[in-house]
């Protein structure tokens, strides 16, 4: 197999397995399990780093208040979906999580039309069109707005907007989100221990180790994620960003048992059916691209 497209893949098969990790977790508040994600991430990033001695790219950061301001927002709307997909995990939600990465290249299209003043193309008005049809009719069948999906799909979205326009690369941004973030899941942390409801370390051994361990777990893939982007096209790249998605449905099915109704499976039927318009569509364009 190509290199690019294995490291692609086992990037997404790692991203589709989190809820099998995340569910190991589900006795600790989820506020609590970001805090712990983003410090022990900040601290395996640091260590990569050093490992790389790729530190050259901090001095003129420091000096760019714009940048830093940008990638504050970012660290921002990468918490806030970090915090609503380990809410949904640990409260019987996957199946609406993986709807929410699903929609996820929809609602860039849409933030391209918006935002970059992109110009869609009729395949992809009809895609759009649909995926916004099953979002209503998952509404309508459900009696409440699948908020958990949209706010996924929409916090991710506007995230990759503004890291497709940052400065710095997928490495580096992260250090910098989980450093400007650190502070703040220290403080938190702090504050916990002097109300003594530290939850670090844990009686069990085991979730001492998951807590520790959410700073590979969330680096390894990203890097993965990186390696793999540099290497493939981004017509087979958005082909192969569903089978993370697609992991999660089948574990929130058959793993979780979550309820998954005829109905239910209609909306997402709508959805579905809009990405293979929207991806064949890219898939041709790119093909006919000298």
Same mark, same amino acid.
């Given at each position: 197999?190509?290199?690019?497209v294995?490291? +692609?893949?086992?990037?997404?098969?790692?991203?589709? =397995?989190?809820?099998?990790?995340?569910?190991?977790?589900g006795?600790? +508040?989820?506020?609590?399990v970001?805090?712990?994600?983003?410090?022990?991430?900040?601290?395996?990033?640091?260590?990569? =780093?050093?490992?790389?001695?790729?530190?050259?790219?901090?001095?003129? /950061?420091v000096?760019?208040?714009?940048?830093?301001?940008?990638?504050?927002?970012?660290?921002?709307?990468?918490?806030a979906?970090?915090?609503?997909?380990?809410?949904?995990?640990?409260?019987?939600h996957?199946?609406?999580?993986?709807?929410?990465?699903?929609?996820?290249?929809?609602?860039?299209?849409?933030?391209?039309?918006?935002?970059?003043?992109?110009?869609?193309?009729?395949?992809q008005? /009809? +895609?759009?069109?649909?995926?916004?049809?099953?979002?209503?009719?998952?509404?309508?069948?459900?009696?409440?707005?699948?908020?958990?999906?949209?706010?996924?799909?929409?916090t991710?979205?506007?995230?990759?907007? =503004?890291?497709?326009?940052?400065?710095?690369g997928?490495?580096?941004?992260?250090?910098?989100?989980?450093?400007?973030?650190?502070?703040?899941?220290?403080?938190?942390?702090?504050?916990?221990?002097?109300?003594?409801?530290?939850?670090?370390?844990?009686?069990?051994?085991?979730?001492?180790?998951?807590?520790?361990?959410?700073?590979?777990?969330t680096?390894?893939?990203?890097?993965?994620?990186?390696?793999?982007?540099?290497r493939?096209?981004?017509?087979?790249?958005?082909?192969?960003?569903?089978?993370?998605?697609?992991?999660?449905?089948?574990?929130?099915?058959?793993?979780?048992?979550?309820?998954?109704?005829?109905?239910?499976?209609?909306?997402?039927?709508?959805?579905? +059916?809009?990405?293979?318009?929207?991806?064949?569509e890219?898939?041709?364009?790119?093909?006919?691209?000298?």
């Amino acid at each position: 197999m190509h290199p690019g497209v294995l490291s +692609a893949i086992l990037a997404y098969a790692c991203w589709g =397995l989190f809820p099998l990790y995340f569910r190991q977790l589900g006795g600790i +508040a989820p506020l609590d399990v970001v805090v712990h994600r983003i410090v022990w991430s900040a601290a395996f990033l640091l260590l990569v =780093l050093a490992a790389r001695r790729q530190w050259s790219w901090l001095h003129g /950061v420091v000096r760019q208040p714009k940048v830093l301001g940008a990638f504050a927002v970012s660290a921002l709307l990468l918490s806030a979906n970090w915090l609503v997909y380990i809410w949904a995990v640990a409260n019987d939600h996957v199946i609406d999580a993986s709807l929410g990465y699903f929609l996820t290249p929809l609602v860039n299209v849409m933030l391209g039309y918006t935002v970059l003043h992109e110009r869609l193309r009729r395949a992809q008005w /009809v +895609a759009v069109m649909l995926a916004a049809a099953g979002v209503l009719w998952l509404g309508v069948q459900g009696g409440q707005v699948p908020w958990i999906a949209l706010v996924l799909a929409c916090t991710f979205g506007a995230y990759g907007l =503004l890291r497709k326009t940052a400065a710095l690369g997928a490495l580096e941004g992260l250090v910098l989100e989980t450093m400007l973030l650190a502070p703040l899941a220290l403080g938190i942390l702090g504050w916990a221990a002097w109300r003594g409801r530290d939850v670090f370390p844990t009686p069990g051994g085991l979730t001492t180790v998951l807590l520790v361990g959410l700073g590979p777990v969330t680096a390894i893939p990203l890097l993965l994620f990186a390696a793999g982007a540099r290497r493939i096209r981004l017509a087979t790249l958005g082909l192969l960003q569903y089978i993370g998605p697609s992991i999660q449905l089948v574990l929130g099915v058959w793993v979780f048992h979550e309820p998954f109704t005829p109905l239910r499976m209609a909306g997402f039927g709508l959805i579905w +059916a809009a990405l293979l318009i929207y991806s064949a569509e890219g898939w041709r364009t790119s093909s006919v691209r000298p």
